[in-house]
């Protein structure tokens, strides 16, 4: 069923109003002379503006008529620029200088490791995981400089392993946060150190986080695929391993993606079949270099092709194939129910949408807030909501900040 337009032209000023500021509806109501009833009615369909208040609103939301007018959706509004300014400035060399002694490797790899873990499974991630990054960035890099001139050669490789472990875990902090030149600039970093510590496989691990950041960037999806088939070649003169099966995998799924974001179906699903499949089997449950890969990440990427490709039919059918409690990432666990609630969202089963979203506020809030998609899910099921829910879904958008 096709929106109307006056729904369609109350979600763009919805949209423009929380995109530019995001003011209140009372601000921009007062500011045009009309009441916020009278704005929110507006904005869920229930009310058609004049063209003059038209003319008004988009002059205070900073926009052309047109831009309320037009029948294309709203450009996607990417994460919030949320990344902590001390960790910005950590990673820009602006943290308070160290002149003491540098840490020993295994307690850098102890922190590290601990940070990850905490980034994989804590449901309030965001907050947990920035009070620790600036020292830990501080305290690796001042250990790589110490190493670097020193005579300890197995010291100073297994530094630059955790530097490059660390700089993982930052390329999705970042890009998370809305800071992908810093992400894109940590996963150089990345496979730099990779690179000097001769470690192959986190040199491929490097590679799938650059795939991801490319990802993330319009029009990278060329870009990303052919990065994750280059670091595949690079890694087939290694011995069998279930790491390089893992790594390979990983590196299949961020090509598979690639496709289809290019609308390439079919080639995303044969990829999935011909190559993630026997690497999932081969590599088994497991989550080598924090890269969630596995049989269950698989079936993951597969469910994300069908909701990219609008089959939600497919999609719901390989979800019920999926157990996310094999998932060791809480945020591979969203995805995967983000993903369903949109399956149902393009079946407008309005009842089951708000199941999932309230799981997903379950899983992790803080993820909830920064997804557009979920965020946008909660906005769609405002304007349509049957008086059943409807109590339940504002509730949800006002914990949200949405109203």
């Not at 491929?204 to 986080?209: G, L, R």
């Not at 011995?239 to 598979?256: D, H, I, T, W, Y």
């Amino acid at each position: 069923m096709t929106d109307s337009p006056a729904l369609l032209v109350g979600a763009r000023i919805w949209h423009f109003r929380r995109k530019n500021g995001n003011r209140t509806q009372a601000t921009i109501a007062g500011l045009c002379g009309i009441t916020e009833r009278y704005l929110r009615m507006i904005e869920t369909g229930k009310r058609t503006p004049s063209s003059a208040l038209l003319a008004r609103i988009a002059a205070e939301l900073g926009v052309p008529i047109s831009a309320l007018l037009t029948q294309d959706s709203p450009e996607p509004g990417g994460p919030p620029l949320t990344t902590a300014p001390d960790v910005v400035r950590a990673l820009m060399g602006y943290a308070p200088s160290r002149s003491s002694d540098v840490m020993p490797p295994a307690i850098l790899r102890e922190r590290v490791e601990g940070a990850w873990r905490t980034w994989q499974t804590s449901p309030e991630r965001y907050t947990d995981i920035e009070p620790i990054l600036p020292a830990l960035v501080t305290d690796v890099e001042h250990a790589v400089r110490g190493y670097r001139v020193g005579s300890d050669g197995a010291a100073r490789r297994d530094v630059l392993r955790t530097a490059a472990d660390l700089y993982g875990l930052l390329r999705s902090y970042c890009r998370r946060t809305g800071r992908l030149d810093l992400s894109l600039m940590v996963a150089d970093r990345a496979r730099r150190a990779a690179e000097d510590a001769d470690d192959p496989i986190r040199l491929a691990a490097a590679e799938w986080n650059l795939g991801h950041c490319l990802l993330s960037r319009g029009g990278g999806a060329e870009e990303a695929r052919d990065v994750a088939g280059f670091a595949v070649e690079q890694l087939q003169d290694l011995p069998p391993s279930a790491e390089k099966s893992a790594m390979q995998g990983a590196l299949e799924l961020v090509r598979v993606v690639a496709d289809a974001k290019r609308r390439k179906w079919w080639d995303a699903r044969e990829r999935i079949t011909q190559q993630a499949v026997p690497l999932g089997a081969a590599a088994g449950e497991a989550n080598i270099q924090w890269t969630v890969f596995g049989p269950t990440n698989v079936h993951l990427h597969a469910l994300s092709i069908e909701m990219l490709a609008g089959d939600s039919t497919e999609g719901l059918r390989l979800a019920d194939e999926v157990d996310i409690s094999l998932l060791p990432s809480r945020e591979r666990q969203f995805t995967f129910t983000l993903e369903l609630a949109r399956c149902y969202d393009l079946r407008r089963d309005d009842a089951a949408v708000l199941v999932h979203l309230l799981d997903l506020e379950k899983l992790s809030y803080e993820d909830m807030a920064r997804s557009s998609l979920a965020t946008e899910m909660v906005t769609g099921l405002l304007h349509r909501v049957r008086p059943t829910y409807r109590r339940q879904v504002t509730a949800l958008a006002e914990r949200l900040h949405l109203t």
